[in-house]
């Protein structure tokens, strides 16, 4: 795992696959989400209990951005509200940018199960972006280690300890959970349903 690198968002399941796997690089996005500092603080304190060495990439898309996460109207073709266009599609992008820089060979993921509503989030995907990135200089690999488990089987499978999965941020609107989005409404359910009280 030395040439390795999670892209870590902050959220419990980029948290889980980064406790999973130990690599020794975190890469986290800043793109104009508006979710961004809380993210990046969340990811920031993982990073450091893990020992991690975490880069943050700052590019601002909010342009480019549609529903939950830029506080618009999503388009017309949005499979649910917080659909950003080719959300996953950049941030591989710009984390094996980031990660070619560092000599990285390896990224990994943190999609689950659940995200197949989202066409980014299905193994096709994943094997599409990973025969793109073999193709280019560097030659890195992708990798979903976690996209054939629900979010609480990755959570009991990675065997992270609460005190680490606490720092993680799920909210899509705000840099402190506001406790009604989708995001915040999974994490919530994945906490009930290892018996742990999110509030």
Not at 170 to 196: D, F, I, L, N, P
Request: net charge negative.
């Amino acid at each position: 795992m030395s040439r390795t690198a999670v892209l870590l968002s902050g959220g419990m399941d980029s948290v889980s696959v980064a406790y999973m796997r130990r690599p020794p690089v975190a890469i986290t996005i800043d793109y104009g989400q508006l979710a961004a500092a809380g993210e990046v603080r969340a990811a920031a304190a993982v990073a450091e209990a893990l020992g991690m060495r975490h880069e943050v990439v700052e590019v601002d898309l909010r342009p480019l951005g549609s529903g939950d996460m830029v506080g618009r109207t999503p388009l017309s073709v949005a499979p649910v509200t917080e659909w950003w266009p080719f959300r996953n599609q950049m941030l591989v992008t710009l984390a094996a940018m980031k990660g070619v820089a560092l000599g990285v060979e390896r990224l990994l993921l943190g999609t689950v199960k659940d995200d197949v509503a989202h066409a980014d989030g299905r193994r096709e995907f994943i094997d599409a972006m990973d025969t793109t990135l073999r193709l280019q200089e560097g030659g890195l690999r992708l990798e979903a280690p976690a996209i054939d488990l629900a979010p609480v089987d990755l959570v009991q499978r990675s065997k992270v300890p609460w005190d680490v999965l606490a720092w993680s941020h799920s909210c899509h609107v705000s840099e402190y959970a506001c406790g009604v989005c989708r995001g915040c409404h999974k994490h919530y359910q994945t906490c009930e349903a290892m018996g742990v009280s999110p509030y």
